[in-house]
């Protein structure tokens, strides 16, 4: 059964501080990872995608990705009351051209 | 950016009667389109694939004669509740595959609220 992992927190963060989520997979030929967004009551919406090993960052985003522990984070940097949403992490498998595989989601929110 | 739209935003309808929703990419052409259901506080369920010209693919579990699905065009995709009861009411969601060079990402529609009373 593969898998994508995260903590459902929630997650409470001072404005102004670095957000840092986490999710671990298990398919350890897994090649793409995203981040979605999800507002209450709203849908997903992407904010990242990474591929390869390391850090890739977009404004106050950064995805970071380790194959080897299969894990990926994503560090949110001057965290912003707008930025309480949830926060799903999802993996293609290895054998998949095109499904995801989705984490239950973290609750993140940012304290004023 | 890739725009994914539904149609309705929201439904209200009585037990019984069908329910047909609509999802379309706007300015990009999808060969696959995924339809999600989500329940309140519950983390999102891929109910079945469809993909332009053949049948979907269901996931297990869902009844494929209740949620039909018909992706007619590279553009529209179309999930129909029929013999919706109170127990369907949920937030139903649609993703749509686009593909661009080594890229490959589902972005996702606004999603339709449907209440069955």
């Known amino acids: 059964q593969k898998e994508v992992e995260q903590n459902s927190g929630p997650l409470s963060v001072p404005e102004g501080a670095i957000a840092s989520l986490n999710c671990t997979y298990s398919d350890r030929v897994s090649q793409s990872f995203f981040w979605y967004r999800q507002y209450s009551g709203k849908s997903p919406e992407l904010i990242m995608s990474i591929y390869s090993n390391g850090d890739k960052e977009d404004g106050r985003f950064t995805a970071q990705l380790n194959k080897a522990s299969q894990y990926v984070s994503l560090l949110i940097r001057d965290s912003q009351p707008s930025d309480s949403a949830t926060y799903l992490c999802?993996?293609?498998?290895?054998?998949?051209?095109?499904?995801?595989?989705w984490g239950a989601g973290t609750k993140l929110i940012i304290k004023p | 950016g890739a725009v994914v739209s539904q149609h309705p935003s929201w439904v209200i309808c009585k037990s019984g009667t069908s329910v047909k929703i609509e999802c379309r990419s706007l300015?990009?052409?999808?060969?696959?389109m995924f339809w999600y259901r989500q329940f309140p506080k519950q983390s999102l369920m891929l109910m079945a694939t469809s993909n332009e010209g053949s049948k979907a693919t269901y996931e297990q579990g869902v009844e494929k004669d209740k949620f039909l699905i018909n992706h007619a065009s590279l553009t529209l995709s179309t999930l129909t509740v029929t013999s919706a009861h109170p127990e369907d009411s949920s937030f139903y969601i649609c993703?749509?595959?686009?593909?661009?060079?080594?890229?490959?990402?589902?972005?996702f529609g606004p999603g339709t609220r449907l209440t069955v009373l």
């Open positions: 300015d990009f052409q999808a060969t696959t």
């Open positions: 993703s749509a595959r686009r593909r661009e060079g080594a890229t490959d990402t589902q972005y």
């Open positions: 999802a993996s293609r498998p290895g054998d998949s051209n095109y499904q995801l595989i």
